[in-house]
T-cell receptor, first 112, second 113 residues
Framework: KQEVTQIPAALSVPEGENLVLNCSFT??????LQWFRQDPGKGLTSLLL?????REQTSGRLNASLDKSSGRSTLYIAASQPGDSATYLC???????????FGAGTRLTVKP | ETGVTQSPTHLIKTRGQQVTLRCSSQ?????VSWYQQALGQGPQFIFQ???????GRGNFPPRFSGLQFPNYSSELNVNALELDDSALYLC????????????FGPGTRLTVT
């Protein structure tokens, strides 16, 4: 079964700290992996998309990595800010499926 | 270039009723996917439409149905609403099927009482 898991479910850090969010998936046969941000009651904002042929992607203070062999992706946030507080979701697109499989998300709180 | 839009924003229905949710894809996108997100959970795939044809379906009963129109806008219809159908419904469009990036709309919050 193709599943995506995110640990921890919640994380609280002081402002300015660097942090890593984890995402694991059960099948290494993925097309790509996408990280999203979701504010309470809102839709999903795409942060980074990593294709299966790539190892990492960067956008500003965000860096996402992909290791298919170990079934893991990480989202690194540098110099966290209170405005980064949100739920972060990862989603994998597996071969032979038209859908994206989502993790349950990590709820991040950055304290001023 | 406009993004993905959804209507209505919020909706309250009674158990047993029927509901139609609408999604307008991002310009130039021919693929739309619908997801259901229960509170505190990740989105669950309902189905995908590509060029007006269903192109994959998740583990949802037949009372969840959809349409995609020639302009690639889409509808999600849910019949015989149940309390557990209360959720945020998200649509996402992409340039094509496969490994293309998906762009999500703001969602429709459905409450079934």
């Amino acid at each position: 079964k193709q599943e995506v898991t995110q640990i921890p479910a919640a994380l609280s850090v002081p402002e300015g700290e660097n942090l890593v969010l984890n995402c694991s998936f059960t099948d290494s046969a993925i097309y790509n992996l996408q990280w999203f941000r979701q504010d309470p009651g809102k839709g999903l904002t795409s942060l980074l998309l990593i294709q299966s042929s790539q190892r990492e992607q960067t956008s500003g203070r965000l860096n996402a990595s992909l290791d298919k062999s170990s079934g893991r992706s990480t989202l690194y946030i540098a110099a966290s800010q209170p405005g980064d507080s949100a739920t972060y979701l990862c989603a994998a697109r597996f071969y032979n499926n038209n859908d994206m499989r989502f993790g349950a998300g990590t709820r991040l709180t950055v304290k001023p | 270039e406009t993004g993905v839009t959804q209507s209505p924003t919020h909706l309250i229905k009674t158990r047993g009723q029927q509901v139609t949710l609408r999604c307008s894809s991002q310009s130039g996108h021919n693929t739309v996917s619908w997801y259901q997100q229960a509170l505190g959970q990740g989105p669950q795939f309902i189905f995908q439409y590509y060029r007006e044809e269903e192109n994959g379906r998740g583990n949802f009963p037949p009372r969840f149905s959809g349409l995609q129109f020639p302009n690639y806008s889409s509808e999600l219809n849910v019949n015989a609403l149940e309390l557990d159908d209360s959720a945020l419904y998200l649509c996402a469009s992409s340039l094509e099927t496969g490994a293309h990036e998906q762009y999500f709309g703001p969602g429709t919050r459905l409450t079934v009482t």
